[in-house]
């Protein structure tokens, strides 16, 4: 059985985004259960040269929609980066998803060898399809996922590693 592109992006990056949604929840209850301000978990971030939560929120989604995009063809939808409240965060999230799921398989057809061309200035790349999203948007999306949870975690957030991998369609299934 071969996996197919959009097999291995699009409901992997739509997983992600949808635990990514689920993690704010938790956040957002921690915070009302401690009496924390809630702007303080949105700008917050784990050193002084990374990003805020709501930049890794803003940079999961635009790998994500820019990675199905460059994979197919398609324009991705463009967002403001403006986001400052936790709601805003999940619609970023929700949005992204929504844009995903109007991504068809067929769509992806010969996308292993599409040349994909991202960055800019000293920064540009150009990979072929299959190795732009191996070795490039899903690595960088987890990145973004990831430290989104660790900026929570570094909150007080009470969430685990089965928060982070979330459920299991078919859990216990072989």
Not at 59 to 86: H, M
Not at 99 to 112: F, K, M
Request: with cysteine; aromatic share 10%; net charge neutral.
């Amino acid at each position: 059985m071969s996996v197919s592109l959009f097999d291995a992006s699009v409901p992997v990056f739509t997983r992600g985004l949808t635990i990514l949604s689920t993690l704010l929840d938790k956040a957002e209850a921690h915070a009302s259960e401690t009496g924390a301000a809630l702007s303080t978990y949105v700008e917050a971030r784990l050193a002084p040269d990374m990003l805020t939560l709501a930049g890794q929120v803003q940079r999961a989604s635009d790998t994500a929609k820019f990675g199905a995009a460059r994979l197919t063809g398609l324009q991705a939808p463009s967002f403001a980066d403006d986001e400052t409240t936790f709601d805003q965060l999940r619609e970023r999230c929700a949005k992204t998803i929504a844009y995903l799921s109007t991504v068809a398989p067929e769509s992806y057809a010969g996308s292993e060898a599409r040349t994909v061309t991202f960055g800019g200035g000293a920064n540009k790349w150009t990979l072929r399809g299959d190795r732009y999203l191996f070795q490039f948007a899903l690595p960088n999306f987890f990145f973004h996922v990831t430290t989104a949870y660790d900026i929570l975690r570094h909150k007080g957030v009470p969430v685990g590693k089965r928060d982070y991998l979330g459920p299991y369609e078919g859990a216990g299934a072989r």
